[in-house]
C-alpha cells in the first residue's frame, strides 16, 4: 500500500466548474500537509498548507481530517489555468531524524473551455 | 521563482557515461533534498543534507550515485555509469530551518539515457 494515495484522474472539467480531490495517508503520526501542484515538465510548486481547522486560499479549499487520515482539495470555479497535476503531500519527522515529505503520485486535473 | 537553481535543465547521454547535476539553492536553505521523479510519479527522495553532513540516503541511492554538499551550499548529485533506468527528472529541493516541512523546488534536470 503507497503511504499517500490519490486518484490518478484524469478528471475533465468545464470552466466554472468546482471539482474536488481526495487523499489518503498511512502513517498517523505525520504532522504536516500540503497540496503542490505540478505543470506538465516542470518542478512542484507549493500551493498550500493544509490545516485541521481547513484553511482557504481564494478559490481554493484544503480540508485535513486526521482521524481518517483523509485530505481534500476543492477548487471553486476552474479556470483553464488550473490545468495541472495535483500532489498531496505528507510530512514528518522519520525515525532518521529527517524532516522528511511523502508525495502522492498526483491527480491530473484538465479544466476545458 | 523559489530562487532554487539546477544546471543542466535537461541532459542526454549514452548508457555508461558518468553524470554530474549542480543544485544552487538559496542561502536560508540549510536543507537540501535529492529526488527522482519518473513519468505518471510523485518525487521520491533520494538524499538529504542538513549544511554540509549528508544524513540520509534512500535504497533508491544505488552505488552509482553520489552527492556532496561540500560548503553547506550548491550541491552535486553524479550518477557514474549511467544505465537507461536512471532516465528520469532529478530535483533538488530547499528547506529552512527549523520547524518547517515546506520544500521549495528548483525547475529540475531532466536525463535521458539512451
Given at each position: 500500500r503507497k503511504e499517500v494515495e490519490q486518484d490518478p484522474g484524469p478528471f475533465n472539467v468545464p470552466e466554472g466548474a468546482t471539482v474536488a480531490f481526495n487523499c489518503t495517508y498511512s502513517?498517523?503520526?505525520?504532522q504536516s500537509f500540503f497540496w503542490y501542484r505540478q505543470d506538465c515538465r516542470k518542478e512542484p510548486k507549493l500551493l498550500m498548507s493544509v490545516y485541521s481547522s481547513g484553511n482557504e486560499d481564494g478559490r481554493f479549499t484544503a480540508q485535513l481530517n486526521r482521524a481518517s487520515q483523509y485530505i481534500s482539495l476543492l477548487i471553486r470555479?476552474?479556470?483553464?489555468?488550473?490545468?495541472a497535476t495535483y500532489l498531496c503531500v505528507v510530512g514528518g519527522l522519520m525515525d532518521t531524524g529527517r524532516r522528511a515529505l511523502t508525495f502522492g503520485s498526483g491527480t491530473r486535473l484538465q479544466v476545458q473551455p | 521563482d523559489t530562487g532554487v537553481s539546477q544546471n543542466p535543465r535537461h541532459k542526454i547521454t549514452k548508457r555508461g557515461q558518468n553524470v554530474t547535476f549542480r543544485c544552487d539553492p538559496i542561502s536560508e536553505h540549510n536543507r537540501l533534498y535529492w529526488y527522482r521523479q519518473t513519468l505518471g510519479q510523485g518525487p521520491e527522495f533520494l538524499t538529504y543534507f542538513q549544511n554540509e553532513a549528508q544524513l540520509e540516503k534512500s535504497r533508491?541511492?544505488?552505488?552509482?550515485f553520489s552527492a556532496e554538499r561540500p560548503k553547506g551550499s550548491f550541491s552535486t548529485l553524479e550518477i557514474q555509469r549511467?544505465?537507461?533506468?536512471?532516465?528520469a527528472m532529478y530535483l533538488c529541493a530547499g528547506s529552512p530551518t527549523p520547524g518547517t516541512d515546506t520544500q521549495y523546488f528548483g525547475p529540475g534536470t531532466r536525463l535521458t539515457v539512451l
Open positions: 502513517n498517523s503520526a505525520s470555479d476552474s479556470k483553464l489555468s488550473d490545468s | 533508491l541511492l544505488s552505488d552509482r549511467t544505465e537507461q533506468g536512471d532516465s
